[in-house]
């Protein structure tokens, strides 16, 4: 099972039909708890760790009890740091948990659906990933998963200040609210400062999915809430779809106004890009994230009219560094052989799915 | 272009510094601009909220910056000095240790100190139930100096039924 979670860079969160899926990638949800009386991570000895990854163990058999539940335990010592970074690329696991794996443990559901870090910054961390906007769907999977924990385990909670999270900024709720975007129309329109200092004034945070808010990171960007005390999940949640829904019509907006002002510039642009993953040798991974943002702008603006389209989710994931390694079943890829297993990849599905 | 440090490698890296109206150029390979810190590429060494968190608790806010630093947390030996430095506190009983500290700074990064959102469900519903309690024991008292006798009586049989209900009964026989 864990063969599959590594080596298939399909995630459930890829899957289209979702609604707004054409802009909003996925919409992610993430619970920060903590079990009453052991020191949070940072500061708790091997021992306790231990005993936190061993009470975690024992809520497999509670969280399988729940519907359309197949989570697996996954001992992240165990396995090595390649596949912990695959795990990354897919959104299943933090940086920081695949780097520091020590008593680190995983439980993920086959599906991809939740999956729950354990000893990250908290004791637990649950994560509920959905396609397209579907918040609601991801915060009731998460908040079902945190009770069947609760049921068992004694969570470290205080009337007054929430859930307690090793972090001040978590206390309240536990809950980061997340929605991955693709706005390459407001990049190019160069709207997009607008609405990250608009976003930023009203409790809420943008960042970009690779590296920060430059261009050539694929035009996707991450907005979220940064304000966990004081409301309730509800009101986080609500908040941050309304916002999303109105980022998603400027994005709209965007779109057809670009199409209707520059079209043959667009088209050139799209059908360029096209081009270049369609017969490049070699690409990076830089170059491939920034053409594939256009190609995916061209597939939903009807500028390539050949649907299906190949799922550039799943596309994203393929042409990551470690999943690449991880697909090569080489020792040691160089940067060289890397581009050129990346071009291969990406000529191949395009070809494959036929546009 | 070659590194002008190393002169080996090309330059990737290009600083122009300005100092006292002075202009001055540098073409440096990544190398050697690793070395000389121009370049950060480490994947660990992101910036975090943590980094402005430290900001934030800093003791400007307190009188006695140096008896606030060593406010202790009993259980897991944490200080408060520690926790500014790192951001993070070490335990759940840290926020009872450092609460008198941390309030005015939990306002500030949220806007608000108190949660009203989900509670848990097995442990937060006795807590609920006490809270209504403390409330209803307020009333109780007003009740009592009033005068008014019959309310009082029903509020303290509601009192009652809700102390049983959570287990409370024994301690207070």
Not at chain 2, 12 to 21: A, F, L, Y
Request: aromatic share 6%; charged share 25%; net charge negative.
């Amino acid at each position: 099972m864990i063969e599959n979670l590594l080596d298939q860079p399909f995630a459930n969160w890829m899957k289209d039909g979702a609604e707004d899926d054409d802009i909003v990638l996925a919409s992610r949800i993430r619970l920060a708890r903590n079990l009453e009386g052991i020191p949070f991570p940072q500061r708790a000895n091997i021992e306790q760790l231990a005993k936190v990854v061993s009470q975690m163990h024992e809520s497999l058999d509670d969280l399988n009890a729940m519907k359309q539940a197949d989570y697996m335990f996954v001992d992240l010592e165990k396995i090595p740091l390649l596949e912990r970074l695959v795990l990354v690329e897919k959104y299943i696991i933090s940086p920081d948990h695949a780097r520091k794996a020590e008593k680190r443990a995983l439980l993920v559901n086959v599906d991809t659906t939740a999956s729950i870090m354990v000893n990250e910054e908290d004791h637990i961390r649950i994560q509920s990933i959905m396609p397209g906007l579907n918040l609601t769907e991801a915060f009731s999977l998460a908040d079902q998963i945190d009770d069947t924990i609760e049921n068992k385990h004694d969570i470290a909670f205080n009337e007054q200040l929430g859930y307690l999270t090793a972090c001040p900024t978590n206390l309240g709720t536990g809950l980061r609210a997340s929605v991955m975007l693709h706005l390459p129309a407001l990049v190019l329109t160069k709207q997009m400062n607008h609405i990250v200092n608009a976003v930023t004034q009203i409790g809420l945070t943008v960042r970009g999915l690779y590296g920060e808010g430059s261009e050539a990171n694929g035009n996707i960007f991450q907005i979220s809430n940064q304000l966990a005390l004081g409301f309730t999940e509800q009101a986080i949640i609500d908040n941050l779809y309304n916002i999303v829904k109105q980022v998603v019509d400027h994005e709209r907006a965007g779109r057809a106004e670009l199409y209707r002002e520059a079209t043959d510039t667009l088209v050139d642009r799209v059908w360029r890009s096209y081009g270049i993953l369609r017969y490049a040798r070699s690409i990076s991974g830089q170059e491939a994230l920034s053409m594939l943002s256009d190609v995916r702008l061209g597939c939903d603006l009807g500028i390539i009219d050949k649907s299906p389209l190949c799922n550039f989710n799943e596309l994203m994931v393929i042409t990551r560094p470690n999943f690449l390694q991880k697909l090569s079943n080489q020792p040691e890829l160089d940067s060289v052989e890397r581009r050129q297993l990346r071009a291969t990849i990406i000529r191949e599905k395009i070809k494959q799915e036929g546009i | 272009m070659l590194c002008s440090d190393c002169k080996k490698r090309p330059a990737c890296v290009h600083i122009t510094q300005i100092k006292n109206n002075k202009k001055t150029e540098k073409h440096l390979c990544e190398e050697c601009a690793k070395n000389i810190g121009a370049i950060n590429v480490s994947f660990d060494n992101q910036f975090q909220v943590q980094d402005f968190l430290k900001g934030m608790f800093n003791q400007e806010f307190f009188a006695d910056a140096q008896t606030t630093n060593e406010v202790i947390c009993q259980d897991c030996g944490m200080t408060y000095g520690d926790f500014n430095h790192k951001g993070k506190v070490g335990c759940s009983n840290c926020y009872i240790a450092f609460s008198e500290q941390l309030s005015p700074v939990l306002t500030r990064i949220h806007g608000a100190n108190r949660h009203t959102g989900k509670f848990p469900k097995r442990s937060g519903g006795a807590l609920k139930v006490k809270q209504e309690i403390k409330k209803m024991r307020q009333e109780l008292e007003q009740y009592v100096i009033n005068e008014e006798y019959e309310e009082a009586a029903l509020i303290r049989d509601k009192i009652r039924s809700l102390e049983k209900n959570i287990g409370m009964d024994n301690k207070e026989a």
